[in-house]
């Protein structure tokens, strides 16, 4: 696609329960980030996948955070009994390689907020 | 993990006004980018920038790699700037990009 889709751009749930966010990254980018941002704060690196594969997990915040990626494009996130603290903007990025030799584009976000 | 910090943290100019952000960081890097969120939340790349200068319209940054830290410039400003400015470097580990808590930039009409 013309650019790095996210959906939904809302996302009201209620405290425990499970929410999937999608990314859709620019079409022949190989990689895709996951970040999140909480309000009036910066950006906080989550996961990153080459291709199908994601190196290291360690990012995610909790065991309640997974997230994958198939025939390398699309991506689903995956946070499993939500809690308050969940809540944030969630954005997707994609670049042609990795992102030590190619710009990263963003796409509009998830704002997720948890009751 | 790599350090990245900017400065200044807030900025608050008139329309037509020059304006220079600044982004140090703590290891060696082999690229950096400088991002600008609209007030909307749209995060937009404005420069891919491992090193030297680089220029597009009224924006340009340079970078010193080896001095660790990087320029954004931002002259003829107009209210459609207004937004916060991040910067990012590689490491940090998890290889994703670091990024900086960002410069606040309001421009008044």
């Known amino acids: 696609g013309a650019g790095v889709s996210q959906s939904p751009s809302n996302k009201v749930t209620e405290k425990g329960k499970d929410v999937e966010l999608r990314c859709d990254p620019i079409?022949?980018?190989?990689?895709l980030y996951w970040y999140r941002q909480s309000l009036g704060q910066g950006l906080e690196f989550l996961i990153y996948?080459?291709?199908?594969?994601?190196?290291?997990k360690s990012g995610l915040p909790s065991d309640r955070f997974s997230a994958e990626r198939t025939g390398g494009s699309v991506s689903t996130l995956t946070i499993q009994r939500t809690q308050q603290e969940d809540s944030a903007v969630y954005l997707c990025?994609?670049?042609?390689?990795?992102?030590?030799?190619?710009?990263?584009?963003f796409g509009n976000g998830t704002r997720l907020t948890v009751t | 993990g790599i350090q990245v910090e900017q400065s200044p943290p807030d900025l608050i100019l008139q329309e037509g006004a020059n304006s220079t952000l600044r982004c140090n960081f703590s290891?060696?890097?082999?690229?950096l980018q400088w991002f600008h969120q609209n007030p909307w939340g749209q995060l937009i790349n404005l420069f891919y920038?491992?090193?030297g200068t680089k220029q597009n319209g009224r924006l340009s940054a340079t970078t010193v790699a080896t001095e660790r830290y990087s320029l954004l410039y931002i002259s003829s400003s107009q209210t459609t700037d207004s937004g916060v400015y991040f910067c990012?470097?590689?490491?940090?580990?998890?290889?994703?990009?670091?990024f900086g808590k960002g410069t606040h930039l309001i421009i008044q009409p």
């Open positions: 079409s022949g980018h190989t990689a």
């Open positions: 990025a994609s670049s042609l390689q990795d992102m030590r030799s190619s710009p990263l584009h």
């Open positions: 996948f080459q291709g199908n594969s994601a190196p290291d």
């Open positions: 290891d060696s890097v082999n690229n």
């Open positions: 920038i491992p090193s």
């Open positions: 990012a470097v590689p490491g940090g580990g998890a290889d994703g990009l670091t």
